[in-house]
């Protein structure tokens, strides 16, 4: 288990991550620390549109660690 600032990587690549906030930096934050089989459930029934500008801010190739994955599937309370 790790917590920390926003915008730090954790000191160990995660096995799962899960955003429950109601903003949407923390998921552009939380796209470098999944490890290579790494999850990140992100809660998006319940986000705001106060800092969704940080949506606009994701740079892919240079997120280290994101793999793109071939398609999104919905995940049960039992599988996190």
């Not at 899960?18 to 490890?35: E, F, H, Q, S, Y």
């Not at 549109?49 to 398609?71: A, F, N, Q, V």
């Amino acid at each position: 288990m790790w917590d920390g600032d926003i915008d730090a990587e954790s000191p160990k690549k995660l096995d799962n991550i899960i955003d429950t906030a109601t903003v949407w930096k923390l998921v552009v934050g939380a796209m470098c620390n999944p490890g290579p089989v790494g999850r990140l459930v992100i809660n998006v029934i319940r986000k705001v549109d106060i800092d969704k500008e940080s949506l606009l801010k994701l740079d892919y190739p240079s997120r280290r660690g994101w793999k793109k994955k071939s398609k999104m599937q919905p995940m049960s309370p039992s599988q996190m």
